[in-house]
């Protein structure tokens, strides 16, 4: 996992924006969402504007706290964060039967953790496509520290409309990533099109479950902190998924909440209940002192204003994640295998 550190998250932050017009950035970020007036339609109208403001945002933070697996994952007791990541990576890919020399897609693969793992593990060449420019720059760097350059690649475009040919691969799998479509029949439609018939698209989606009561004030309250604090223009079913598969044409083997079955809750490294050393960024007390470099980068102009801003809707998006997850109104683990009929 990164070893990002101060200096790596202070000239991080912002990514390809310019430094001043970070503020500016968060602004019209924030206004996207409820909570500062904005609406479901303009989200998924302007989901590309929105979203690679959010990774422009956000991504020095998640590097810094979680690594280069921006994902979260069902948790054996005794086992670490970082286990538990690079398990529930190597799961999805035993789950696509990836076999040497296969041909694999990534969708939505932020700075390229997963891919590298999965490549390393399966032996097979993986492309990941994502449609923000400082994530590719800084996972087309990690490559060549792992020394994957040769099998891992990025292809800098919109996973709703991907610049390849139909069938031109052996698996798909997406991680927590397709929650930023807009649509999901019309994502899955693309991932269909240019998957091989006879082969595989599996997925981890972030989900509202059965238990989720739309008329439930503190339920919306808690989908709402997701949605601004992780850049989703709204937050699908676990049956709207299932159903936008079926009809863009797969065949689902299987499907199922992880979330449910893990031992340890999934939501445990963002509990402010919880402490651990091997992943102390993420504490209480490990984010009140990043929340505290980060007021005193920003002050002494190292880093951007408006960086503390990012911090906090990140933190409102940590507690709508736990809350969410204690009352299992929400899942970031609803996990699909399905098919393209021949």
Known sequence: MSKAGAFDLASGLGGKIEKDDVLSAVDKYEKYH????????????????????????????Y??????????????KGESLRESIKRHEHFLALQLGLKP??????VGCGIGGPLREISR?????VMG?????????????????????RTCDFTKADFMKMPFSDNSFDAVYAIEATCHAPDAVGCYKE?????????????????????????????QKIKAEIEIGDGLPDIRSTRQCLAALKEAGF?????????????????????????SLSSFRLTAVGRFITKNMVMGLEYV??????????????????????????????TPMYFFLARKPL
């Open 121 to 125: 593990f399966s032996s097979t060449s």
């Open 301 to 330: 102009g190292l880093a951007p204003k408006g960086s503390q801003r990012v911090q906090s809707f990140l933190e409102k998006a940590a507690e709508g994640l736990v809350a969410g997850g204690k009352k299992e109104i929400f």
């Open 63 to 76: 590097e810094y706290g979680w690594g280069e697996s921006f994902h979260f994952a069902p948790r054996w």
């Open 191 to 219: 991932i269909y099109r240019v998957l091989k018939p006879g082969q595989s698209f599996a997925a981890y989606e972030w989900c509202m479950t059965d238990a989720f009561d739309p008329n439930n004030q503190e339920h």
């Open 129 to 149: 496509i994502n449609n923000n420019e400082y994530q590719i720059t800084r996972g087309k760097a990690l490559n060549r520290v792992a020394g994957v350059d």
């Open 34 to 61: 409820s909570d500062f007036g904005g609406a479901e339609e303009d989200r998924k109208a302007n989901y590309t504007d929105m979203v690679n403001k959010y990774y422009d945002l956000v991504t020095s933070f």
């Open 101 to 106: 020399g296969h041909k694999v897609l990534d």
């Open 251 to 275: 065949e689902v083997i299987w499907e199922n909440d992880l979330a449910k079955d893990s031992p340890l809750p999934w939501y445990l490294p963002l509990d402010t209940s919880h402490f």
